[in-house]
Every structure is written in structure tokens, then in C-alpha cells.
């Protein structure tokens, strides 16, 4: 089994390479913004408390998360991998996904960091908010997003330079041509 987690800032393109690799490689998804997205158009109380930070380009707690997380995680048995996008996002989360995971016989195998600069990003999410509808994607909530990002997701990279597993990921250029990096990190990843 070779999970795999997608690392990047908001826009760096987790979900649309997430996409090429679940087409390749069969592997599952499971990424957070999605599910959290889905609760909160079935107007669960997760989905409400969840929609409060959203849209202040905040992060939903770690608790909230984890425990979501791991309730989803019983859905993986059996599968070729698995894709982490948008978690962890705090060095907490990552912690507590190695034990989900070490607790089921297995761990991350590689940690993608798709590196895009800020201007960028800004540009991408700008572009998306125009057709995506989604609440967050605007000038404020952007600029809030990054800046979360800055301050508590990046200590994520640590966590994983210390496991071995980060391959950094350059996330400008065509998408095809970030695909071929992707694969070639997953193809090089140890079977867990
Ligand atoms: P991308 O565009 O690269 O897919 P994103 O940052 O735009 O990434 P999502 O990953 O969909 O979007 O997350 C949207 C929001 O959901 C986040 O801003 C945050 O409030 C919440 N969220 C998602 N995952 C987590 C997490 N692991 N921990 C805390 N909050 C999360
Ligand atoms: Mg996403």
C-alpha cells in the first residue's frame, strides 16, 4: 500500500493532481475540504461549525478533523494507496495521522510539497472563485487563507523532512509536465 499525501498552499493544484493520480494509480482520496464542503451543503452540525472558519480563511480544528479523519480512514482497507489533500495542515494533524496509520500496520510513503509562489496562487484562486462558488475563494478570504497557510501549515514540511519522506514538487508549469514529477516520486516511494 503507498499513501501518499499532496502538500501545498490553497491553489498549488492539490486537487487537480489528485485527480491524475487516483486516474494512474487507482489509489483513494480522502481530502478534507471536499468532505467538509459535502457536510456542509447536507447542513450537518459539523458542516455548520465547519462553515465559520471556512469562510474566515481559518483553520477547522484539529480535533474536528482528526476524528473525522479517522472514522473515513475505515473505508481505506483493501485499497492500492491512499491520497491525503489538504490534511495535515498543522504539524498536530500530521502527528496524529502517523499513529492512524501505524495503528492500521502501515504509513505515509511519500509527501508531496508542490511548491507555487504567492502571486500565483493568488491569481489561480481568483480565477477559480469566478465559476467554483466556493464561499472562500475571494480577495479577503484568499489573502486570509495564505497567511494561515504561512503560520501554521508550513511547520508540515519539518514533520516530514525529519521522516525522509518530502519530495518537493515544482507546482508552475503545464499540468501534465507537474504529473510526470508526481509520478516519478510515487513510482520511487517504498511499498508500505
Ligand atoms: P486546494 O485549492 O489546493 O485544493 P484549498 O486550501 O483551496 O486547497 P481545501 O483543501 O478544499 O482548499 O480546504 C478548504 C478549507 O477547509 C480550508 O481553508 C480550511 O478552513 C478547511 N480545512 C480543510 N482541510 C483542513 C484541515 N486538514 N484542517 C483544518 N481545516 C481544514
Ligand atoms: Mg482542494
Not at 28 to 54: N, V, W, Y
Not at 99 to 109: C, E, H
Not at 139 to 147: A, F, H, N, V, Y
Request: proline letters at 2%; hydrophobic letters at 35%.
Amino acid at each position: 500500500m503507498k499513501n501518499v499525501v499532496i502538500f501545498g498552499a490553497p491553489g498549488s493544484g492539490k486537487g487537480t493532481q489528485s485527480e491524475n493520480i487516483i486516474a494512474k494509480y487507482n489509489f483513494k482520496h480522502f481530502s478534507t475540504g471536499d468532505i467538509l464542503r459535502k457536510q456542509i451543503a447536507e447542513g450537518t452540525e459539523l458542516g455548520k461549525i465547519a462553515k465559520s472558519f471556512i469562510d474566515e480563511g481559518k483553520l477547522v480544528t484539529d480535533e474536528l478533523i482528526i476524528n473525522m479523519l479517522d472514522k473515513e480512514l475505515e473505508s481505506a482497507k483493501g485499497a492500492n494507496g491512499v491520497i491525503f489533500d489538504g490534511f495535515p495542515r498543522t504539524y498536530a494533524q500530521a502527528e496524529a495521522l502517523k499513529v492512524m496509520l501505524n495503528k492500521r500496520g502501515t504509513d505515509v510513503a511519500v509527501m508531496l510539497n508542490i511548491q507555487v509562489d504567492e502571486p500565483e496562487l493568488v491569481n489561480r484562486l481568483l480565477e477559480r472563485g469566478k465559476v467554483s462558488g466556493r464561499s472562500d475563494d475571494n480577495m479577503e478570504t484568499i489573502t486570509k487563507r495564505i497567511k494561515t497557510y504561512n503560520e501554521q501549515t508550513t511547520p508540515v514540511i519539518d514533520f516530514y523532512k525529519k521522516e525522509g519522506t518530502c519530495v518537493d514538487i515544482k507546482g508552475v508549469g503545464s499540468i501534465d509536465d507537474i504529473f510526470a514529477s508526481i509520478s516519478k516520486a510515487i513510482d520511487s516511494a517504498k511499498e508500505l
